[in-house]
């Protein structure tokens, strides 16, 4: 159980393009969802909290209008990166929280979505 | 705010032994919760143990177990009969206890090489 997917795993686009990554809980309802970006051999720098429902919480540095985050429903979320440029090039992760426990320690991660932006 | 630390950028170890990875952290909260998630080369993240900052009793789980020091807020992390499979990113974080859930918080983490 607790198993989260997204989608796509990788992708390459041009420049100027937006791009649409998902999050999805399969096997859960999710309250709250997180992303990250890491960079290679960094830690997970959190970018803003989803809630479903509600808008997004975003981390200090972090464009909103560039990152747009949707949380439509309990098991989805959905982080697009609007007119990508080579340095959104990152891995992408999402993180979601169990509603159904009742203190809601635990964060299931995603498998990561790879962005290359040429 | 909370901040995490982990000093050891790097670590090896032979199979078969064992290595213990140092993380220590900064908060004025009492209650909270401590992790070790490891990242293999897949970079997909694993929950590898959890400890509850109100329980004195260190956590275990099979190879791995903890060390919880709260006065001194040190949380190290011994790995035994390290195995090639041990080989990973592993992050020491940190959360907030509360009921709606709170953020984690991550440090830099340490690359550990498990050599055969």
């Known amino acids: 159980g607790a198993v989260v997917s997204q989608h796509p795993s990788w992708v390459i686009c041009k420049s100027g393009t937006s791009v649409k990554i998902e999050c999805r809980s399969l096997d859960f309802q999710a309250t709250t969802m997180f992303w990250y970006r890491q960079f290679p051999k960094q830690s997970l720098m959190l970018m803003a909290t989803?809630?479903?429902?509600?808008?997004?919480?975003?981390e200090q540095g972090v464009e909103k209008d560039k990152f747009l985050i949707n949380h439509a429903s309990l098991t989805l979320s959905t982080l697009t990166v609007t007119s990508a440029h080579p340095e959104d090039s990152s891995f992408y992760i999402c993180?979601?929280?169990?509603?159904?426990?009742?203190?809601?320690?635990?964060?299931?991660f995603g498998p990561g979505t790879r962005l290359l932006v040429l | 705010a909370q901040t995490v630390t982990q000093s050891q950028p790097e670590m090896s170890v032979q199979e078969a032994e064992t290595v213990t990875l140092s993380c220590t952290y900064d908060?004025?909260?009492?209650?909270?919760?401590l992790f070790w998630y490891k990242q293999p080369p897949s970079r997909q993240m694993i929950l590898v143990i959890r400890q509850e900052a109100y329980k004195q009793q260190n956590a275990t789980e099979n190879r791995f177990s903890v060390n919880f020091q709260k006065a001194a807020k040190s949380f190290s992390l011994k790995i035994s009969d390290s195995q090639l499979g041990d080989t990973a990113m592993y992050f020491c974080a940190f959360m907030r206890r509360e009921t709606s859930g709170s953020r984690l918080t991550f440090g830099e983490g340490t690359q550990l090489t498990v050599n055969p």
């Open positions: 989803s809630n479903e429902g509600s808008k997004a919480t975003y």
């Open positions: 908060t004025s909260e009492n209650n909270y919760y």
């Open positions: 993180s979601a929280r169990d509603r159904g426990l009742a203190i809601q320690e635990t964060q299931y």
